[in-house]
Nanobody, 121 residues
Framework: QVQLVESGGGLVQPGGSLRLSCAAS????????MGWYRQAPGKQRELVAALTSGGSTNYADSVKGRFTISRDNAKNTVYLQMNSLKPEDTAVYYCNADLRTTWSVRSREYWGQGTQVTVSS
């Protein structure tokens, strides 16, 4: 059993900052990558940022220079520091992890339950 638990969402004014956290727990053997996706009402889920175990990062063009993804490997936790937030960043943010459990030879994706981020004055 694997769980991804997100925290840190909320309501913030335009130009403000938020920090999201996602902790992975359970029978984890190894984690290949962790990342964040978001889904706004009426839109498809999209990649926001991802970080591989090797340290490579990938950001959506819309968040480059404003968001930073980081990871604490010892805690199996990924963070998303969001600065200069805009109303268009409003969405449910989902944590994603590509990992292998102790009882499987293959890795697969797992998802968190989502956390709401609302940017509004």
């Amino acid at each position: 059993q694997v769980q991804l638990v997100e925290s840190g969402g909320g309501l913030v004014q335009p130009g403000g900052s938020l920090r999201l956290s996602c902790a992975a727990s359970g029978s984890i053997f190894s984690i290949n990558a962790m990342g964040w996706y978001r889904q706004a009402p009426g839109k498809q889920r999209e990649l926001v940022a991802a970080l591989t175990s090797g340290g490579s990062t990938n950001y959506a063009d819309s968040v480059k220079g404003r968001f930073t993804i980081s990871r604490d490997n010892a805690k199996n936790t990924v963070y998303l520091q969001m600065n200069s937030l805009k109303p268009e960043d409003t969405a449910v943010y989902y944590c994603n992890a590509d990992l292998r459990t102790t009882w499987s030879v293959r890795s697969r994706e797992y998802w968190g339950q989502g956390t709401q981020v609302t940017v509004s004055s």
